[in-house]
């Protein structure tokens, strides 16, 4: 009876400890435009990450498709930025064209449990970006930062 009692707790742990790794999972958005692509791309060597592509959809759909399913904690976007606006290779994320995007955006919600990282200096600085923050904070749900 012992015995028994300790391997169900065993497994009972073990689930537990493999749901917690996963919680802790983040993944990588790199746009095949951004200027340290490649390294980049040697760095994380494909796992939990996307590589945007020009070819295929908005990357905004490349994302919400790479994303279906999964629940991960930090989702880290390279793409090339100024004040208000996000350059992919292949669409512009800014005040104009956000409407476009508000629905793809909006699922993001559903993978993600932590915050949205922007690797940039300038994307949320001035009014314009600031506005551009709120507005992608109000559609996601999620927390949006700069780093």
Known sequence: MKKQISLTLLMVLGIICLYAQNLNIDFVVIDNSYRAAESLKAEFKGQNTIVVEQI????????????????????????????????????????????????????????????????????FTTEKGLEFKTKLEQVTGLPFVMQ
């Open 56 to 123: 295929k959809a908005a990357a905004t759909a490349q994302i919400t498709e790479a994303l279906n399913g999964r629940q991960i904690n930090d989702l880290h976007i390279f793409v090339s930025t100024k004040p208000g606006a996000l350059g992919f290779t292949n669409m512009t994320l800014n005040a104009e064209t956000f409407q476009d995007y508000s629905s793809a955006l909006s699922m993001l919600a559903s993978n993600v449990t932590g915050k949205v990282v922007i690797h940039s200096t300038d994307v």
